[in-house]
């Protein structure tokens, strides 16, 4: 019995390959495994190989698997491109409709099954991927009833026959293979678990989910990968609340549609990705000037331009913090689990009311799409903080043609926020400069005041924020600190302890605030550390310039990888292994 | 009730002496009393230009965002809470140069908001370009020969686009332009209504003169039936964009707010922010 | 002479089979042979969307830009190089959404440019949501409870926008597809040609059968013509856009490179970079 | 005798007060004086107060002054603005028709003049500027003659008589200030000086004129403050070389325009402030991942948003180096003259050509609308080198179906470049990452290969570049080193003396290359210098923290001014002071 293991399946896009990975993982997870399930996949909608690996596991982790035990081919171009990542002894299962052949110098066995022949004899060749997910879970000592309540779900709607025939189709592939392996393979099963009701979800779920939490109830937004699943997440869920997405004609119209409902008092936002952003830019430094809420995700995959749209990539950092004309407050967060991207959704949507500033959630693609467990979420946690904001209040009436302060010069930059609509509140709102009134004014003193107002305001943040770093602290004076922001955070703490296995002492400093940067919570993990490495999904290494501009230390090395490909723990580990 | 002196405020335009811009605010605010707003329940969007200043001259709550986006924010607004008179606002290169895309869209998307675009066939914030309502021929700072662009007949493509109400006006004329942002106003759905709004300093060839001139106001030819769309289209063509009064009106369409999902008829801005437990529990056992 | 095999490269689409884009390449290689191009003159320049990777292959120069732009960067382009033949295309959310702002402008500038739009009525490069094109109704990712947007007339507001050649075709009629592409390619001007180009994989609707359905040719209407621009209009309106053949051709108006003072034939990337000695003390002393 | 003074013209907007500064400083400049103009405007057509400063001297300087000499006011509240500007004994010359007072507690004497009265007998109100001109210039003993040449440019298209009327009205408004004033004022007058012909310009004519000269022949844009002037004064200029100007639709249309011709081969370029530019961020990356030459100039502004769109900031720094998402190369280059700004632009063309890349210039306001004297432009200076791009060039034949390598992984990241319409040369160009054929691809292998050839295009250009960074180092020792860029070089030099005056060793070092950094430049500077400071016209510093990223220094201090009014010498000299 195993304590985990890695699998994979692979074949053309179309065929349905995700689903494949969907339907095993969600039986799994059910089981009460953890999981953590990554797909790769290209610019186009039909053909080109695809595949999706999930790695399962007795206990929590948060990463890719360096290796793989068990491959799932529905072609060969599959075989060949993956069986280098096979453990020896790992096991290939493959249709034995495309003749599968064993590339040389592989050591792990080809099991060859006829999934589309038994798919066929149920009915159609749709099934065949129920055939191999019957197949390939059967390895892992998993039963077929196992998979009653998954199916059910997802092909209920469709009658009871369907149901059974998909169900008939694992059995027989479980049987099937069975018959071919015999016993031998028994050190694949996985060691029991405690069934819990853990989550299974990817990055942009948790967003939409947390955005729905948090109250947000207006989202217009242009597709794109990889956030269009934020959209259309909400676009079934917000008409409950009286609340829907607009799917707009570009992503300037998101961005200041969404400025102009937050404007009027509902949490609103957008979600896109490099070229969206780039887009946006204008319209973000329109929401710092008028000081109107506003929560924007940036779910980063490679770039620059069009770039490798369905690759991973940490590259937006430093146009999320600087890209745009001027100087406005912005807060810019990065969560680095999913669960945290649910929680940290939540608290953008507080942090924009509460300062009255933009907050831009950035994600990355391995975050945004990457399948993990997730502990069941806390209602408890979920909290609505409104700042400076009172709809229901009453307000002193205003003398004849005087507007009200809604730019007052407030001592912590906040001035109270009053909404359309109110009695008592009128005031004007301009991108350009103005006076407390909100009146456009180029006086110089005026300015002074107003962009002295605009900049203090998230002089606490920093303090206030929950965590901006998380610390994992093994050591008070350490070899080696490693640091990192988004979905590298797994992977970091998975190599941890090789590492320590090496008698190497490392800290672990994952940037969950990125700006304004935690420096003082840095400084002092650097200041305690003999070298410090910072890993990065990008070739320019910007977190690294963050912290030199920022921090500025001499010790600071970089771990950069910018292929499109997330980082292997195997790859960190050499990587820091090196750097020592 | 509001009377249009509870629409103006202290701050003295700094428009031009005689820019036709000064009729449109006045029209604006004459409407607004006549269709029995208060000021409190009236926002104002506008764009960046001489016209975008408006925002700021009438007494209502007022957004004065960024060239070219005052209809997305406006949409964002009216989505956000429905119980407000929204209207956007702005100039020619405002709304059909940089604000093109958004323009046509939200024709298309027919949200609620009233639209007013004060169009001077100039640019003339930044000191006399040529807009995409200029004409062939025309002479500006970057048309030194004339422009080689014909411009853009604008009601004709608020027309194909889908609008559910379109018309034209003429600064000059108060009485007319009044009664045409009243209907605007109150017109159910998204309702574009380009004026004809003399620059003074930068356009000397559409003056206030030449519009008198050239105008045919609808109101005068016969059995004109601003329901057809078909008789609107070849009106349009006829006269080469020169009519002003309302041009086509379909009230039939339902605008976008009454055909959302879900969407309650109490401002989106009134909804509880918080989620119910059994809610937040039955979500996330979606994704068990 | 160029066959419609030169224009072919050694590149295999990635669009799913059924897709309607092929046929478009297709016609694209024939319409270029047949107008007499060889492939080194001749630039595709293209958005971003399924269909906008034709750039790709298509034996030619060719751009892939930026989702929504392929029009100002073509256009950039004839202007450096008037002896190009420039194609620009892309997918229907390209060209009427993100780009609506260019497409109007383009079509106003009257750059020669031929402008080819691969409209399936949907996104299909992200999976399936709705375009500008898609019916009221239609259920897609972005609208699961179906559209609550009319589609956009675009023949109609090309013709308002004043537009010197608007045409339509189906991906399923190659002849008059490529007809249409060549003429096209031979006006003097821009030309916009709305192609229904069916998505096989996320638009159930608007099929091949549903379009053989509905289509009424142009050709097949009795004294049709193209050069009539309210007859255009008219039938437009009547066949609510679902005509296919040439809608309107205006063969009087120059395009803009005619009427550029200076613009000379030999492409601009031919003249000499270098400023005479006279000229720079000339114009060094304008500012003595 | 004196060797400099400061006049100012005041009044509304709209009433020409920018052609009585005009005119009053061309006559001043074909006499051989150095003069240096800076308008205050508003953001509005007519109305709302508006001045023109103009400095002469006998000797080169680049600044605004401290104070002034004389004030010609055409309306109360300029005096009331400005008199507090006037030195002891300055002089108020005002139009008689306000009945102008003196605001109490100044010295200055003033003068009323019935400029309107004369003009209107002279047959129009309008010359009243003329009678202005004539009035205060007397004052510096300037005659009527040395105004012929500028009026009968100026006029002669409306014909001689209105010549003559100006002419007159000029004479007119001299004798009568002699009269009034007597000869108690010969003070002012000016040390005559050796007349040559000298150019007196703002930043945009010298970029507009860069860039006719540097071989650009196509200019897409959209109007913009305070950028518009290059676009209307190419407009004019372009036809003649078969070249022109298109307005676009906005600027997102103007860059991928500009983009289309750099690519078919045309040297293009386009221009606008911050909102234009921060609408360019994502055009700018195509042109960085197709390496397409892009030469794009930025006027910074007051911002953020509309800001303060008629005043002088300088915050855009950031944004143009980082604000497009994913990485590119970029070049980013700030002249800090309007000489500079000539040959700058020229230069940019070459680079933009030679790396393949997007270059932005980065002007300010003050530099782009300031007016000053220029010495005559070097012909010979004209340099066009178009790198790797050979359009007469006879290409070996493709084998069929092959592209041209466009993209070949040349050794210095820089691929022979070739444009449609060339035989032997077709090749794809694509936003998404490419082979080296330009065609798509998604290979880890082919990003690495691309992307590091693209990133290391530039690593030899802080070498190359001709004084990136500009350095009057009076001693090897300093006491402070005074960092700026753009438009304060002027101010800057002239403090140095007055601090040298005081004992105090200054060395000035102005970064003319903002990205890639010279970064080893700077650090010598740094490294040899007591304390540091960065003096620059925004709120947070940027170029300090850009110094701090690159160089890492822990003596920097920062001048920071954001009202919206350049600095003024006195108030450099004031600061540094305090800093030392
Ligand atoms: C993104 C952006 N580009 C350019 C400008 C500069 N600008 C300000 S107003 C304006 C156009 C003014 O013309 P119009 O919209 O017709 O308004 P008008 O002044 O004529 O009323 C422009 C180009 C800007 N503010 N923002
Ligand atoms: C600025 C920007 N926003 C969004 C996207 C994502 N995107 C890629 S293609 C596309 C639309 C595809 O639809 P369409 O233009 O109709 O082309 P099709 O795929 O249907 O041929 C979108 C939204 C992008 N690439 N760039
Ligand atoms: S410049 Fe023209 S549009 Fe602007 S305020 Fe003056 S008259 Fe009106
Ligand atoms: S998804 Fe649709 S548009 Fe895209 S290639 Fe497939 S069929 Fe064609
Ligand atoms: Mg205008
Ligand atoms: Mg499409």
Request: glycine share 10%.
């Amino acid at each position: 019995m195993i304590k985990q293991l890695s699998w994979k399946v692979g074949g053309q896009q179309g065929e349905g390959i995700e689903s494949t990975g969907e339907i095993f993982s969600m039986a799994l997870n059910r089981l009460g495994y953890y999981l953590y399930g990554y797909r790769h996949f290209s610019s186009r909608i039909k053909g080109g190989h695809t595949n999706n690996k999930i790695r399962v596991s007795t206990t929590p982790m948060n990463a890719i698997s360096d290796d793989l035990n068990i491959l799932v081919a529905f072609d060969q171009e599959t075989i060949d491109l993956n069986h280098h990542e096979l453990v020896d002894g790992g096991i290939i299962i493959a249709d034995s409709k495309f003749k599968p052949e064993k590339p040389e110098g592989t050591s792990a066995s080809l099991y060859s099954i006829p999934f589309t022949e038994i798919a066929n004899e149920l009915g159609t060749s749709l099934m065949k991927n129920m055939v191999a997910v019957g197949a390939s879970s059967t390895l892992l000592g998993v039963k077929p009833e196992d998979f009653t309540s998954v199916v059910e779900q997802i092909f209920s709607r469709k009658g009871n026959s369907v149901v059974q025939k998909n169900m008939e189709a694992i059995r027989e592939g479980m049987a099937y293979f069975k018959k071919e392996a015999g016993n031998e393979l028994v050190d694949f099963h996985l060691e029991p678990v405690e069934t819990k009701g853990r989550m299974f979800m990817i990055g942009n779920d948790a967003i939409a989910l947390g955005a729905l939490a948090g109250g947000a109830r207006f989202m217009p937004a242009y597709p794109i990968t990889p956030a269009s699943e934020i959209m259309e997440y909400l676009i079934k869920k917000l008409p409950e609340y009286g609340g829907t997405v607009i799917q707009t004609e570009d992503e300037i119209a998101a961005c200041t549609m969404a400025i102009g409902a937050n404007y009027a008092g509902v949490r609103s936002l957008t979600a896109s990705a490099g070229p969206g952003l780039s887009l946006m830019m204008e319209a973000i430094g329109l929401s710092g000037i008028t000081e109107t809420p506003l929560v924007i995700v940036d779910t980063q995959r490679g770039g620059p331009s069009t770039g490798l749209p369905t690759k991973q990539e940490q590259s937006d950092i430093m146009a999320m913090i600087y890209g745009t004309h001027g100087e406005i407050p912005k807060i810019v967060m990065a969560p680095s689990t999913v669960e945290e991207a649910f929680y940290d959704t939540i608290e953008a949507f507080n942090l924009a009311e509460e300062y009255q500033c933009p907050v831009i959630i950035v994600s990355d693609l391995a975050l945004s799409l990457g399948k993990q467990t997730v502990e069941p979420l806390d209602f408890e946690k979920i909290e609505i903080r409104r700042g400076k904001f009172d709809l229901s209040e009453e307000l002193p009436e205003l003398e004849k043609n005087v507007y009200f302060k809604r730019y007052e010069n407030a001592e912590d930059g906040i001035s109270k926020r009053v909404i359309p609509g109110m009695k008592n509140a009128i005031h004007h709102v301009t991108g350009v400069e103005h006076n407390e009134q909100g009146k456009p004014s180029e006086s110089p003193d005026n300015r002074n005041i107003q962009m002295d107002k605009r900049l203090r305001k998230l002089s606490d943040l920093t303090d206030r924020f929950k965590t901006p770093v998380f610390k994992d602290e093994r050591h008070e004076d350490a070899d080696l600190l490693i640091v990192g922001f988004n979905s590298t955070r797994g992977t970091i703490q998975e190599v941890m302890p090789r590492l320590e296995n090496d008698g190497i002492k490392v800290n672990h400093g994952h940037v969950r605030l990125l700006h304004p940067f935690p420096k003082n919570e840095l400084k002092d993990m650097i200041d305690r550390a003999k070298r410090v490495v910072v890993i990065e999904n990008n070739a320019t290494g910007q977190l690294a310039q963050l912290i030199k501009m920022e921090v500025g230390s001499e010790k600071l090395k970089t771990l950069n990888k910018y292929d499109g490909n997330p980082f292997l723990p195997a790859e960190v580990y050499q990587s820091c292994k090196e750097l020592l | 009730m509001a009377t249009f002196k509870d629409f103006r405020n202290n701050v003295k335009p700094n428009w031009c002496p005689g820019c036709g811009d000064f009729s449109v605010q006045a029209a604006i605010q004459r409407a607004a009393a006549s269709a029995g707003l208060t000021p409190e329940k009236m926002a104002v969007v506008s764009g960046i230009g001489c016209s975008g200043r408006i925002s700021g001259y009438i007494n209502s709550y007022g957004f004065h965002g960024i060239h070219g986006r005052s209809l997305p924010i406006a949409q964002g607004v009216k989505m956000a809470n429905r119980e407000l008179t929204v209207i956007a606002s702005g100039g020619d290169g405002d709304g059909f140069a940089i604000g093109m895309g958004h323009t046509i869209h939200a024709i298309r998307r027919n949200i609620d908001v009233t639209y007013i675009v004060m169009d001077n066939q100039i640019y003339g914030l930044t000191k006399g370009q040529t807009s995409p309502r200029s004409d062939m021929g025309f002479k500006t700072k970057s048309t030194p020969g004339g422009s080689i662009e014909s411009a853009l007949n604008v009601m004709e493509m608020a027309l194909s686009a889908g609008g559910t109400f379109v018309a034209q006006s003429f600064s000059s004329d108060l009485k007319e332009l009044t009664s045409i942002i009243e209907q605007g106003i109150e017109h159910k759905g998204f309702s574009l209504i380009n004026v004809f709004s003399p620059c003074v300093t930068f356009n000397k060839v559409n003056t206030y003169d030449w519009f008198k001139e050239n105008i045919t106001k609808l109101s005068s030819i016969e059995g004109y039936d601003p329901t057809d769309r078909a008789m609107a289209m070849n009106t349009l063509m006829k006269h080469n964009g020169l009519v002003t009064g309302l041009i086509y009106q379909n009230k039939e369409k339902p605008s976008y707010e009454q055909l959302v999902e879900g969407f309650k008829d109490e401002g989106l801005v009134k909804q509880p922010l918080e989620m119910k437990k059994d809610k937040f529990d039955q979500l996330v056992s979606e994704f068990m």
